[in-house]
T-cell receptor, first 113, second 114 residues
């Protein structure tokens, strides 16, 4: 049972445009959400996070939106740059056992010049 | 970059052999984790440690054991490797187990079991 789902395996966006990556979750106990970025042959690197008490968190070109009623979060990248081409994972944790992250399957983002 | 070193980076072995992967950190973080990454599954937690000699199971712990005798080292052992354990293994660390403390990952070990 996949508690965190990224239903788009891949996404292709033109340089300079907005990239929107989506993530859905089923466990209502999740209260903290993170996005990680992964390049080939490297480990995931932390990008941005959001607590369930917020509906938006912004850090430079990256914004994460959380819709708790829909159990949905999204990562917006504006403007998209070639270096953003990577696999993006969303992850979630519950207050009880916050160290146990549950990851989605990942979305491969390709930024085209 | 967080000071995390995984060794070996690549390993090929045969079914039934024991395998030990090592994670070494220089950050003095309390928490350490082992994940495996497989196509279609993202990353899944195998075991984690919240201090020396303190460990707990994750989502996919069957067939794996761990040990942590020093703060800086966390070992993952496959007692008798099976082909289903072919995967990329990532170690991660965090200062605490709190949700607002992101985990930082090593560069992975690619393990192939023939």
């Amino acid at each position: 049972d996949q508690q965190v789902k990224q239903n788009s395996p891949s996404l292709s966006v033109q340089e300079g445009r907005i990239s929107i990556l989506n993530c859905d979750y089923t466990n209502s106990m999740f209260d903290y959400f993170l996005w990680y970025k992964k390049y080939p042959a490297e480990g995931p690197t932390f990008l941005i996070s959001i607590s369930s008490i917020k509906d938006k968190n912004e850090d430079g070109r990256f914004t994460v939106f959380l819709n708790k009623s829909a159990k949905h979060l999204s990562l917006h990248i504006v403007p998209s740059q070639p270096g953003d081409s990577a696999v993006y994972f969303c992850a979630a944790s519950a207050r009880e056992g916050a160290q146990k992250l549950v990851f989605g399957q990942g979305t491969r983002l390709t930024i085209n010049p | 970059d967080a000071g995390i070193t995984q060794s070996p980076r690549h390993k090929v072995t045969e079914t039934g052999t024991p395998v030990t992967l090592r994670c070494h950190q220089t950050e003095n973080h309390r928490y350490m984790y082992w994940y495996r990454q497989d196509p279609g599954h993202g990353l899944r937690l195998i075991h984690y440690s919240y201090g020396v000699k303190d460990t707990d199971k994750g989502e996919v712990s069957d067939g794996y054991s761990v040990s942590r005798s020093k703060t800086e080292d966390f070992l993952l052992t496959l007692e008798s490797a099976t082909s289903s354990q072919t995967s990329v293994y990532f170690c991660a660390i965090s200062e605490s187990g709190g949700a607002n403390q992101p985990q930082h990952f090593g560069d992975g070990t690619r393990l192939s079991i023939l």
